[in-house]
């Protein structure tokens, strides 16, 4: 059970996260196999945001016959941060991990949500290969 001090702890992480991105953006997951040829029916789609020393759940989604998800709002920066040199990156990121049946997990890291933007996210998912569930990593491009 949290004591006080790892409650408040929690509550002026999440209130300080939601001050540094009081605006709103959308992800929608596109869920394949067979590179990208075939839909991905019911996968997983689990969306975390690091804070503090720990993952905070943010999501679950799943997806539907098409392997798509539903627009997710998720909170952002606000988008004239990217109008400044050298200010705070104009997009929060999150992590992501998208599992079905049959398939290997994959994991991607430091997804980007920009204010007012719908970010079609892709998901390729891997036939699991004699029962073994195998962990796919990977990491989006940091130069943003």
């Known amino acids: 059970m949290a004591n006080n001090q790892d409650i408040k ?25 067979a590179q990208g040829n075939l839909p991905v ?3 997983r789609i ?3 945001i690091p804070l503090g020393d720990d993952y905070h759940i943010a999501k679950v989604l799943y997806s539907d016959e098409s392997g798509k998800t539903e627009p997710f709002p998720l909170p952002a920066p606000e988008s004239s941060l990217s109008n400044a040199p050298n200010s705070k990156r104009p997009y929060s990121e999150y992590n992501v991990s998208a599992t079905a049946p049959g398939y290997t997990t994959v994991e991607l890291f430091n997804v980007p949500i920009f204010d007012g933007i719908n970010s079609i996210q892709p998901v390729n998912l891997l036939p699991a290969i004699n029962g073994m569930n195998e962990v796919v990593y990977e990491e989006e491009n940091e130069s943003l």
């Open 9 to 33: 702890f929690l509550e002026e992480t999440i209130s300080n996260f939601l001050n540094d991105n009081p605006k709103t953006g959308f992800i929608t997951f596109q869920v394949t196999t």
């Open 46 to 48: 689990t969306i975390s």
């Open 41 to 43: 029916e019911n996968a």
